[in-house]
C-alpha cells in the first residue's frame, strides 16, 4: 500500500486536489439558491459562508495592492495635473464658474420637475423617487477574467454599502454590488453573463431582462421578434427588479439579432451608456428615497421665488384682462346660469361691498344680456327691415324719449350690420321712461310700421317675443 | 532537435530552486496584475498571467506535486476575485500544473519556442476544462467565443516569451 502511494504520488495528489474542488463545486451549486425578491432569473445569488470566505480572502490578498496601484497613479496624476498643468487656470475657472451659475439654474428648474414627478408617483401609490442617496466609489480592480465582468470598488459595508445595491454612473447604470467586504465591495456589471436587470425599450415600451453575452456586450433576452425595435432607441431600467430605480439610461439598441436556439426570439444587443470598459468612478444609491442637499434647497428656493414671482405677473395682468372686459361690450348668453354670488379664486363666495356712508350693501348691478340680432330679420323682428317702401333708407331711432341704453335695436338696411351698443343695455323693466319699457312676451303688432316716411315718428317700438328666447 | 527535445544535459534535469519570497510575490503579482491591466486595456486584456505563472514554476521545479498545488491555489484566488464559483478555474489550472510538471521532465524547456507553443496550448487546455466544468459539470448557462480563446492563448505566449527569461533571473544559485 506504502508502495502504491509512493509510486503514484502525484497522480494521488493531483487526484485529491481536483476531487476537493469537485466535491467544492458541488457544495457551491447546491447551496446557490435564488432571490426570490429580484424578480430576474438568476439575478442574486447567494453563497455558503466557505466560499465567501475564499472570496475574502483573494480580495484581502489583492485589493491593498491594486488600492496602492491605483492610490500612487492618483498622486502621480495628482502630481501633473495640479502643479505641472496649471496653465490658464485662471481663465478657465472664471468660464467653469460661469458654467456652473448656468447649469444651478437648470438644475433647479429640473428639481422642479423632479418634485412634479414625485408628487404624482406619491399619488399613484409608486414608492419610488427620482433623486437617490448616493455613495461615490472608486473601481480599483476587475475580475481579471473576461468571463466574468466584475469590478471591485474601494468601498465596503463600512460605508454603509449591501449587497444588490444599485451602482451607477452620470451616464447609465453600471451594475449591482454582488459581495461586500469590509472595505471593499464587488459589482457584478450589466455586461457579466450571470448578471440580470429588468429594462424597457423607451419607444416601443418592449420590456426584457438584460444580461451579458460572450462578447461582453450586454443584450436583452427573450424578445419575441419585433420588427419596431431598431437601432437607435434608448433602453432604460424598468425598475421591476427591486433593485435599478426605474428611468435610469441604460444604453442605445444597437442591433438586433435572432436568437439561434429559438427562432421566434431575439436579442437585442445594447451599446451600454456607462463606459463599461474605463470606469473610475462609480456612484452606489444606497436609499431610494428623495435626499436633497442644501444647495439643491436653495436653489429649490431660488426657483420657486423667481416662480412665485411670475405667478403675481401673470395675475396682474388677467386682472387688467378682466377690468378691460367690464368696460367693454360682450354678448352674454343668457341661457347661460347665472352664477348665484361672485366667488373668489379660493371658491369662496366675496361678501358684497358696504357703502361707507349708508352702511348699507351696495346692490350689484345685473347684468343686462344685449339682444341679438335675428339671423333673418323680418319686419315684425325689433329693429328688423320695415316693409314700407318708403322706409328703406331710413333708420327708426326710436322714439324721443327712449333713452340711448334702454333702445331697442334699430332697424338697419338689408346688407348692414346693425349698430352696436355703447352701453350695456339694461334689464326689461329698467327702463328710464315708464311706459317704454318692453313688457316681455309682448309681440309687434302686425301692420304697424315701424319705420316713417320722411323720419316721422314712429311709436316706440316692442320688442318681439323671441323666438329662441333671446330678449 | 532531438538534443533539444530529450534530457540529454544534465543542466536541463537540474531541478530549479528559488528564494522563498518569489514563491510568494509573483503568484500576488500575477494576480493583482490580472486584476488591475484590464482596467487600463479593457476588454483586450488577452492574457492569464496566473496560469503562466503556474506553467513556469510547474515546467522549472519539474514537480507535478509543487505544480498541482501551485495551480489549484493560484487558480482559487483567481475565482475569490470572479462572480463564478470558486474552483473553476482552480481545477484547469490545476490539471495545467501538473501536465506542465510532467512534460519539464520529458522535455528541455530553455527553448523560447517550445516555451512559447507549451503556453498556447496550454492556455488553450484551461479554456478548454473552464467551458467544460461551466457548461457540463456545473450545467450553468455560459457562452463563449473561440476566437477570444485563441486570442487569449497566443498573448500568453506572447507574454510568456518575456516574462519567462525575466523570472529565470530570479532563481537561486547555488
Known sequence: ?????????????????????????????????????????????????????????????????????????????????????????????????????????????????????????????????????????????????????????????????????????????????????????QVLVINDQTSGAGVVLATTRIR?????????????????????????????????????????????VERVERDRERGSFINVIVKPAAKLDNLDEVLVITALDARLSPQQMADLTTSEELKGAEVAADIERKKAAAEMAERLPGLVDPNAPVPATAK???????????????????????VIPKALPAKHPDRFSPGGVSTGGANLG???????????????????????????????????????????????GTATKPGVRTGGAGGMKSPAPKPAKPKNGVQ | MAQVLTPDYRRDLEIRRYPTYIYILVPLAALVLQAWLPRLIGRFAYMDLPLLVTIYFALNRRSPIHGTVLG????????????????????ANTVCGF????????????????????????????????????????????????????????GNGAIGLALFPLLDRTQARD
Open chain 1, 1 to 185: 500500500m506504502e508502495s502504491f502511494f509512493s509510486r503514484y504520488r502525484n497522480l494521488v495528489v493531483l487526484l485529491a486536489a481536483l476531487l476537493l474542488q469537485v466535491i467544492g463545486l458541488a457544495v457551491q451549486v447546491r447551496k446557490t439558491v435564488p432571490v426570490e425578491a429580484s424578480g430576474v432569473p438568476g439575478a442574486g445569488l447567494r453563497e455558503g459562508r466557505s466560499v465567501q470566505l475564499i472570496r475574502l480572502w483573494a480580495a484581502d490578498m489583492v485589493t491593498p495592492f491594486e488600492r496602492g496601484i491605483h492610490g500612487t497613479g492618483q498622486g502621480l496624476t495628482g502630481l501633473w495635473t495640479n502643479y505641472l498643468d496649471l496653465r490658464h487656470t485662471r481663465d478657465e475657472n472664471r468660464e467653469l464658474q460661469k458654467t456652473i451659475d448656468r447649469l444651478r439654474l437648470e438644475q433647479a428648474t429640473l428639481l422642479e420637475d423632479a418634485r412634479q414627478g414625485q408628487r404624482l408617483q406619491t399619488l399613484e401609490k409608486f414608492r419610488e423617487g427620482y433623486i437617490y442617496a448616493t455613495t461615490p466609489a472608486q473601481v480599483i480592480g476587475t475580475s481579471g477574467s473576461s468571463q466574468s465582468h466584475v469590478l471591485w470598488l474601494d468601498k465596503g459595508a463600512d460605508s454603509g454599502l449591501k449587497p444588490d445595491m444599485a451602482v451607477i454612473t452620470g451616464d447609465g447604470i453600471v451594475g449591482k454590488l454582488r459581495d461586500v467586504f469590509e472595505h471593499t465591495s
Open chain 1, 208 to 252: 426584457g431582462i438584460l444580461r451579458g453575452n460572450a462578447a461582453g456586450q450586454p443584450q436583452v433576452i427573450n424578445i419575441l421578434a419585433d420588427t419596431r425595435i431598431l437601432p437607435g432607441e434608448p433602453v432604460l431600467t424598468a425598475g421591476g427588479d427591486q433593485i435599478f430605480p426605474r428611468g435610469l439610461p441604460v444604453g442605445v
Open chain 1, 344 to 366: 373668489d379664486a379660493n371658491g369662496k363666495p366675496i361678501a358684497p361691498a358696504i357703502d361707507p356712508k349708508t352702511g348699507q350693501p351696495v346692490p350689484v348691478p345685473p
Open chain 1, 394 to 440: 331710413g333708420v327708426d331711432a326710436g322714439s324721443p324719449g327712449d333713452s340711448g341704453a334702454d333702445a331697442a335695436p334699430v332697424a338697419a338696411p338689408v346688407g348692414v350690420k346693425p349698430p352696436v351698443a355703447k352701453k350695456p343695455l339694461t334689464a326689461p323693466g329698467t327702463a328710464t321712461k315708464p311706459g317704454t319699457a318692453a313688457k316681455p
Open chain 2, 72 to 91: 489549484a491555489v493560484l487558480g482559487m484566488a483567481q475565482d475569490g476575485l470572479t462572480a463564478r464559483a470558486v474552483g473553476i478555474h482552480g481545477i
Open chain 2, 99 to 154: 501536465l506542465a510538471a510532467s512534460i519539464g521532465i520529458r522535455i528541455v524547456v530553455e527553448n523560447n519556442l517550445i516555451r512559447m507553443v507549451l503556453n498556447f496550448m496550454f492556455s488553450l487546455l484551461a479554456s478548454a476544462m473552464v467551458v467544460f466544468i461551466t457548461r457540463v459539470l456545473l450545467g450553468l448557462e455560459f457562452q463563449w467565443n473561440w476566437l477570444d480563446e485563441l486570442l487569449r492563448a497566443a
